[in-house]
């Protein structure tokens, strides 16, 4: 850079038939000093302007990714104790009877924390992925198209789990549906969730055994699973929303590029 400004200077004084050479040396020293201005600011920074944004792409990609990657854990485990819901106690005769808690049969661990979180997850690390198809010509359009599609499926990820996380915390408040002397009844439906933390009444349960303690530890478990996978998609939609509103991806398409 320093090198060729320089020649190109040196051409001007001597080959230019009205040239100035006191004033083309200053132009001349003039310029050696703000490239090698330019120069110093590159080497303490120790990279060049490109070179430090493609970093910071990378950077947001791979914690897309993990992000992302950690939402398929989350999910399967949803599946795995919202499945355990159904069988108090280890037993299944209860659920081929319908002698469960209604809030199980809404299904929010199994399918919309679970399998429709698991499809969220594949498509957030598919639009994270570097070999992913292009919509238009321009790079930065197809980049700016993919950074939206993140974004709605993220808030759609925000959606499922919050929706598991509401139908959870409804099955904690409410109480079992258990055998009491009065028979099968919400034995703590009028408690208002005050039987959480009242152990001396669970004992009304007489039937499935310890279905209080199976209850609250699940739907506790689901409630923290779903929470988990709502500040993750959370997370995701601010990611992609910085590099919208941040600069990384231009925000207007110019005319011709698509």
Known sequence: MKTSSALRLLIIVYCSPNSKPLFHIKRLWAAV???????????????????GSEQGKMGSRKCGSCLSGLLIPLALWSIIVNILLYFPNGQTSYASSNKLTNYVWYFEGICFSGIMMLIVAAVLL??????????????????????????????????FSGYCLAISALGLVQGPYCHTPNGWEYAFEDTAGRFLTDSSIWTQCLEPAHVVEWNIILFSILIALSGLQVIVCLARVVIQLSKILCGTYSVIIQPGII
């Not at 000093?33 to 070179?51: C, I, M, N, R, T």
């Open 126 to 159: 598919v639009l994270e992925s570097d070999n992913n198809c292009k919509c238009c010509q321009s790079e930065n359009c197809s980049k700016k198209y993919m950074t939206l599609l993140s974004i709605i499926f993220s808030a759609l990820g925000i959606a």
């Open 33 to 51: 000093l703000s490239e090698s201005w330019a120069l110093h600011k590159y080497e303490v920074k120790g990279s060049d302007p490109e070179s």
